[in-house]
């Protein structure tokens, strides 16, 4: 029988969301209905909210959840085992997305996650199973940004004993750090321009956090890493070409990639354009599976301080305000939304 969600909706106007009262479908032979115990909240939903929509749009790329009902044939879960949501599916098929009614008599397909919600109906694949954490809350930014951030470490190449550096300690940068930290960076070499985040890229294990623009940073690292740094990650957290500090840090024979989580085409097309224009390679997509085992065993031997990297957590209700407050950069890392359960 269809199931009541409160659902965070992208009506169509600059910057608004509503919340709405709806119901979702039972879940077909591949899907999973999953209640939600919270979601990241990041630049990839500031991007979709920044451009009117053509349907409603339910945001959200990443969370936490447990698995109440499940379809004929799905095989990856069971109804009460604790699951990441993930935009990165594992192997298979076109994902099935159901179709939902909103408010104005709409229909359309849900988004693959849409973890702005209470309730989602969700494909399989996009369900990785985990422990039953103890904090749950901050575990929903491992589905992607934190997973992103190990694809980019991957991508680069960091070996133990290298230098890394990250440009942008926003939730992504900081993400990126740790990862780098726990694949065995060292140092790490932190930039940006909020004392807030290089504290806490301080905390995950950067020894240098330099409040400084791209030009000066690159002159600096120049006399910490002579010759320059083994690795180069830059979190683009704004969309500017002439904000990025290009190759200029990397040793010759080192690497560069851009990390970033878009949340629209517009946005994909300018990642590539900057990434190709700086000299970036763009980290090839996370294996959900394996990489949440990477991530479930840094949790466990305490390589992974989620707590720090996740800087601010709010209801559904205040999904306004925290979007204006990440617009505004007044969160140091990532936000996460903390949601109640309707039963």
Known sequence: ???????????????????????????????????????GVGHAQL?????????????????????????????????????????????????????????????????????WATNAVVDERFLVPIPDLPDKEAAAVLGDTVMLALAAVRAVGVAAGESVAVFGCAGMGLAAIAAAVAAGADPVIAVDRDPARLAA????????????????????????????????????????????????????????????????????????????????????????????ATLLAWLEDGRLPLQTIVAYRCTIEQVNEVTQMLENGEIAGQAVMVIEPLR
């Open 47 to 115: 991007h979709q909210i920044e451009e009117p929509q053509p349907v409603p749009v339910i945001p959200g790329r990443e969370g936490t959840a447990q698995v109440l009902a499940v379809g004929g044939g799905v095989t990856r879960v069971a109804p009460g085992d604790a699951v990441l949501v993930t935009p990165w599916p594992a192997a298979g098929g076109d994902p099935q997305l159901p179709a939902i009614e909103f408010d104005d008599g709409t229909v359309a397909e849900a988004p693959p996650t849409g973890t």
């Open 201 to 292: 890229a301080r905390a995950l294990g950067a020894a240098h956090a330099l409040d400084l623009g791209p030009a000066a940073a690159v002159a600096r690292i120049a006399e910490l890493a002579p010759g320059g740094v083994d690795r180069l990650l830059d979190c683009l957290h704004e969309y500017e070409a002439d904000a990025r500090p290009g190759r200029g840090p990397v040793r010759e024979g080192g690497s560069a990639v851009a990390l970033a989580s878009p949340g629209t085409e517009a946005r994909r097309a300018e990642l590539a354009a900057i990434a190709a224009a700086s000299g970036y390679a763009l980290p090839d997509a996370p294996d959900p599976d394996a990489d949440a």
């Open 1 to 39: 029988m269809p199931e009541p969600a409160r659902v965070v909706v992208l009506e169509g106007d600059y910057g608004v969301c509503a919340i709405q009262e709806l119901e979702l479908p039972d879940p077909g032979p591949r899907q999973a209905l999953v209640e939600l115990y919270a979601a």
